[in-house]
Nanobody, 117 residues
Framework: QVQLVESGGGLVQAGGSLRLSCVVS????????MGWYRQAPGKEREFVAS????????VYADSVKGRFTCSRDNAKNTVYLQMNSLKPEDTAIYYC??????????WGQGTQVTVSS
C-alpha cells in the first residue's frame, strides 16, 4: 500500500518560513519524480515544484521561484519543501505527489498552510 504523509504545515505571518515534509512508503522512492501542488480556497490545484530522482533539475512555478526550495532524501524516503518569504497568497493546502511520468500516480492527504498578513 502506497502512502504519502505530509507534515509541517501551520499558521505563519507574512515574511515567515515553513518547512513541509512528505514521508513515502510502499514504493521504490528513488525511482519516482516527487513534487508538490497546492490548492487555495475556490481555486484549482496548481503545480508548485518537482524534483527528479537524482535531486537535480528541480522545477518551480514562477510564483514561488527564489522563495521555495524542494529537496529530497532518498535514504529517508522523504521530500521537503522549504518555504521562505511567505505571502498571504501562498495560503493553500499543500499536497505532495509521486509520479513515474506524465501525471502524478500518488498523492498525499495534504497539509494546510496559512499565511497571515
Amino acid at each position: 500500500q502506497v502512502q504519502l504523509v505530509e507534515s509541517g504545515g501551520g499558521l505563519v505571518q507574512a515574511g515567515g518560513s515553513l518547512r513541509l515534509s512528505c514521508v513515502v512508503s510502499g514504493l521504490t522512492f528513488s525511482t519516482y519524480v516527487m513534487g508538490w501542488y497546492r490548492q487555495a480556497p475556490g481555486k484549482e490545484r496548481e503545480f508548485v515544484a518537482s524534483i527528479p530522482w537524482s535531486g537535480g533539475s528541480t522545477v518551480y512555478a514562477d510564483s514561488v521561484k527564489g522563495r521555495f526550495t524542494c529537496s529530497r532524501d532518498n535514504a529517508k524516503n522523504t521530500v521537503y519543501l522549504q518555504m521562505n518569504s511567505l505571502k498571504p497568497e501562498d495560503t493553500a493546502i499543500y499536497y505532495c505527489y509521486a509520479r513515474r511520468s506524465g501525471t502524478p500516480n500518488y498523492w498525499g492527504q495534504g497539509t494546510q498552510v496559512t499565511v497571515s498578513s
